[in-house]
Structure formats: C-alpha cells, structure tokens
C-alpha cells in the first residue's frame, strides 16, 4: 500500500473544511447505498440464518452512516445526503439488476468485495490523512470494521469457485465490468465528467492534496486491495490484470 | 496469487527496467484492442499487487526438463531509489509468498529484489520448503567467464591489463573483484561508499596484489583496459572520453548502467553481462516472450534467473546466493560447471544495438 504524507492543516480552515464536508457526504451516501444492498440481499436468499446475516450487515453498514453523520454534525460539517447522486445512483441500480436476478452470489461479489474494497481502503487513506482529528479516528475505526465484510465473503467464494471453476470466473468478470467501471470512473484522475451531486461545491479531488491525500493513490490503493482479495479467493492473476488495466483511468 | 500451475520446480521473481517492456505486456495480458498508453499503465502499475505472469519450461541439453514460473512484483522502474525501498521490499516479500504458496522447490530473485537476501537478516529463507537465492553466483561466473572469453577475442592477455569495477564493493561487483585478483595487472575499485571501499583495497593489498580505489570515476576511466559495470543504479558521470580506445566493457547493471551511443567506438567493445544462453532452450506459457523478454539472441536470459533453473535442474533446494561478500571463486566455478552440464552457458555477446561483431584477428 502507498502512503501519503497528511498536511494536516488546522481544522478551521475553509478549505479543510470544504474537503473534509466532501469526503464525509461520500462517505455517508455509500454506506446508505451499501445498508439498501444488504436489504435487498434477503431477498436473494432462503437460508434464514444468511438472511439474518444480511439484515445485520445492513444495520451495521446503517450505523456506519450515523457515525458518520453525528461526526460532521458535531464539527459543524455540511454534508449532503441524497438519493440521486450520480455514481451512487449507478451502483444502487447495478446491484439491483443482480438482486432481482436473485444471483446471491454475484451481490455477494458485487457488495462484499468491490464495494467494501474501496471502502476499507479509503477509508484508512483517509483515517491516516485525518488521524489527529475525530473524523479521522471514526474513518480508521469503520475500516476495520468494514474489513470484516471482505472476510465473511471469501470462504463463500472460494466455495463457488471449487464447485464451477470457469462458471465463477465468468461471473466474476461481468460484475468486475458492471460495477467497478462506475467506481473507477467515479475515481477517476481527473474531475469528475458528470458532477456526482454530493461533493457541495466543485470536484473534491482537486482539493485532495490540502489534506495529503490525491486521486491516484486513493484509487490505486483501492485497486491493489480488490485485486489481493480476488487472489485470495483464487482468480487467476493474469484475469484480474486484465480486467484492472481495461478500466478508465 | 491464484493461478495454480502444477509441478513448480522454480520460481522467478523479477521487475521490469523499463517502460517500454511494460507497455509491451501489460497489454498483452490486457488484451485491450487499442493498447493502453504508457501515460495509462505508469498511472496504475506499481499499485498491482506481485502475480505470477507466466509459467516457464526449461530444456536441459542432457534431457531433463523443468517447470516454473515468473513472478512480477509490478516495482516501478522509476521507483527504485533507495527512499522507495521500504515499499519494494514488501512487494518482494508478497513475491515470495506467492514462490511458496506454488511449492516452488527453489525462487530466484532477479534484479533489485536481491536485496532482501544480501542484508544480514535473511528474511526469506527461514525454513520453509522454498528456498530463495539471489542468483549473483551464477551472474558473476557468466560475468567473469565472458570478459575472460572477450580477452581472448581481442587478443589481450589478462595480466597486462588494468580492471576497474564499478560497483566494486556490492555483491556481484565483489564477487568480480575477488575472481580476478592476482590475474589481472591491477584491481580498479569505484564505488559510492568510501569507507568500505578502502577496506576493500587495504584486504586486497594487504594479500600483496595491487590495487586502486577512488569514488571518482574520472580519475579510474583513463587507466582501465577492462570495466565490468555492476552498480546498483545507472552511472550518469560515467565519461566515454575518458576511455582507452581499445577498452573493453561489460555493462552487467540491471537496470543497465551505461547509457551510450553506440554510433561510436563502443558498438563492438561494450557487451551486456551476466547472461546466459540455455542451448535447449525455454518457452513461455502464455507466449508473452516478445513482448517481455526480447534480445537479438535466441534462449538468452539473466544469470540470476538461471541459477534457479540451473538449481531446480540439480534438484538442489538450497539458498546458493545468499547473504553480501559471500560469493567465492569457487561458487563462480560450482555453479558455472552445474550450469554448463545441462547446456546454459555465458551468453554470446550482444549489446542494445545488436550481436557483436568482434574485429578479425
């Protein structure tokens, strides 16, 4: 993983503020994409113990954004809370079209490694930037326990992936294609193309640096962890070099 | 690290030294039909985490074949400084988890990633099945054994002649040093760390052979009749009018220390070391081989990354090249010998430009 230096500048500045508001509404608008997913997952699934499981994702992935939220109350932080932004949008209907496909499995793939990849990895770039402050620490604190999503879906994957070896690969790289397209635009190293509707003013990945943080890493880190995860499950290496370098950049 | 492929006898962990090698099989394997940008492969690459890229198959002229793989630790070529070390090494070490996870009996490590076994503490080889060296032995011997071979093409009798090493005090550059000392005329020692270079000079003096140290290049280049080049990065002060007309180079540097035009003097007098040629040859499984691993000559590959082969050919798991100072003229000839019994040999010279064409004699 690569590192960043933080700048750490004073919390009353404007621009940290700004930025801090930004990273915070994207924050709290995944994890309320993420607590839906979870939702819908029940529906996908027979085994009431797994549906039980779904529902407590869901509520963690909920009081994820309520942490969120108390924090950027507490420090005063306007955040923008939304159903309609842009890329968020995207991910909540693409994990819909497999939720209504009732493919537990490519939800599974799509919520608990694409998505709580980027999540832990921004999250702790973002902890790290921020680690003398609040915001920070809860960042860092709701990484860890997002690692635990990426953990409780290996063993299920590596499972699928013995019963029907090139089925899963298959399955794997349509979802691959699906979702992280949307993340990789949405992380991409310019401004966004389509204004995301949650940043409040202009793209916040300009203003990255005055926190220590940039775009490059913060995606590049996010990919390095989604493509360990997908090692661990067992996808050939050579498929998941291909499918990352065909993403936009 | 999930590809699985079966009977891993060695295991290669490399990194590329430059861009343009890169680009060349990032988009093989991308198979995207346009080719990605080097811009755009700069901007995710080192961010991959080591994978294996292909499995090799070595020919051993007695009969034998083995079966391994290469492993990409994806460090960056423009990353290879000391301040990005810390990073490096951790992708050498998830390199080498992989080497293990396959069972590979033996890993080479090629290039930059040697350092993590020169240190003091070897981290690798600590007791599990895979054993790791850095291949210098072997790179030494081809290194030794060709300047030897290019002497005679032109004539020039070894203790006439001056030799300077630059990068006299590394592993490999020391390895040279000590196979040549007492054949040559005189040792010429360049290196960046002063200290232990006068301590170099002072064990050699004192065995009563004669050599030189300096940092300075400049005040070396004029005497050398012979350079073998091995320093860890490139050598930008290094002055090709300070040359002899009639010296001869080996450029052994991974990535390669010298930068010259070989529209000069040079184009016949400078040749790449410390490879190696396997008469039986090798393939590569996917066929990524000219998009990787290009040179005007067929079955060439790096010293360090033989050994392992020639290692695996011998079924002898053992850390060969371990450790900094630890290679002797007997390793350079334990080695050599395994190597040339199943037909790797030093390879016939060849710089950027193309094959050497010696002159008549």
């Known amino acids: ?249 | 690290m999930g590809y699985q492929p079966a009977d891993i006898a060695f295991a290669l962990i490399g990194h590329q030294d430059c861009w343009k090698k890169i680009t060349g099989f990032v988009d093989f394997f991308s198979k995207s039909p346009q080719g990605l940008s080097a811009e755009k492969v700069a901007q995710v690459y080192s961010f991959i985490p080591p994978r294996v890229l292909f499995d090799v198959v070595v020919q051993s002229v007695i009969g034998q074949r083995v079966k391994g793989c290469y492993i990409e630790t994806f460090i960056s070529p423009d990353e290879l400084a000391p301040r990005h070390w810390k990073k490096n090494i951790e992708k050498v070490k998830a390199a080498a988890a992989c080497a293990r996870k396959l069972g590979a009996g033996v890993a080479s490590l090629g290039g930059f990633t040697s350092i993590v076994l020169e240190g003091r503490n070897d981290a690798l080889n600590d007791g599990a099945f895979t054993k790791f060296t850095t291949g210098n032995s072997l790179t030494a011997a081809f290194i030794v054994k060709a300047l030897e071979k290019a002497c005679i093409k032109f004539d020039r009798q070894l203790a006439d002649l001056q030799l300077l090493v630059i990068g006299a005090t590394g592993d490999i550059g020391s390895a040279c040093v000590e196979y040549f000392a007492g054949k040559v005329k005189n040792l010429l020692l360049c290196a960046r760390q002063n200290a232990t270079l006068q301590q170099h000079v002072l064990a050699l003096q004192k065995k009563g052979l004669q050599a030189e140290a300096s940092t300075d290049l400049a005040t070396l280049l004029p005497q050398a009749d012979l350079i073998i080049a091995i320093a860890s990065s490139g050598i930008p002060n290094f002055n090709p009018l300070l040359c002899r007309k009639d010296v001869i180079i080996c450029d052994a540097g991974y990535p390669r220390n010298l930068v010259l035009e070989f529209g000069n003097d040079f184009k016949d007098r400078l040749f790449y070391g410390g490879m190696g040629v396997i008469k039986g040859g090798y393939t590569f499984s996917p066929a990524v081989h000219h998009n990787l691993y290009k040179f005007p000559i067929n079955n060439v590959a790096h010293g360090c990354m033989l050994e392992g082969i020639v290692l695996a050919l011998e079924k002898l798991y053992t850390p060969f090249s371990a450790g900094r100072g630890n290679i002797t003229p007997d390793k350079i000839e334990q080695i050599y010998l395994m190597a040339q019994k199943h037909g790797i040999t030093e390879a016939p010279f060849f710089n950027g430009l193309n094959a050497w064409q010696p002159p008549r004699l």
């Open chain 1, 1 to 249: 993983m690569q590192t960043m230096t933080a700048a750490q500048p004073a919390i009353c500045t404007h621009e940290f503020r700004s930025i801090c508001a930004d990273v915070l509404s994207q924050a709290i608008n995944g994890e309320i994409v993420g607590m839906s997913n979870f939702a819908k997952l029940t529906g996908t699934v027979d085994d009431v113990h797994e549906r039980m499981e779904c529902i407590e994702h869901a509520n963690c992935e909920r009081n994820h954004a309520a942490a969120f939220i108390a924090v950027a109350k507490k420090n005063n932080l306007p955040v923008l809370i939304t159903s309609d932004g842009t890329y968020w949008t995207r991910v909540r209907e693409t994990f819909g079209k497999w939720a209504d496909k009732n493919d537990f499995i490519a939800c599974i793939i799509m919520q608990e490694v694409i998505l709580e990849c980027f999540a832990v990895s921004m999250y702790n770039d973002v902890g790290k930037a921020l680690a003398s402050t609040a915001i920070g620490q809860l960042f860092l604190a709701i990484s860890k326990e997002e690692e635990e999503h990426i953990e409780h879906s290996i063993e299920i994957l590596q499972a699928e992936l013995e019963k029907d070896h090139e089925g899963f690969i298959n399955k794997v790289e349509k979802v691959h294609y699906d979702c992280m397209t949307i993340l990789a635009e949405w992380s991409m190293l310019r401004p966004c193309e389509d204004h995301c509707l949650v940043c409040a003013g202009q793209c916040m990945k300009d203003n990255l640096p005055s926190i220590g943080l940039n775009i490059q890493v913060l995606r590049g880190n996010a990919m390095n962890l989604y493509m360990k995860t997908l090692d661990r499950i067992g996808i050939p290496g050579i498929k998941t070099l291909e499918w990352v370098t065909n993403l936009p950049i």
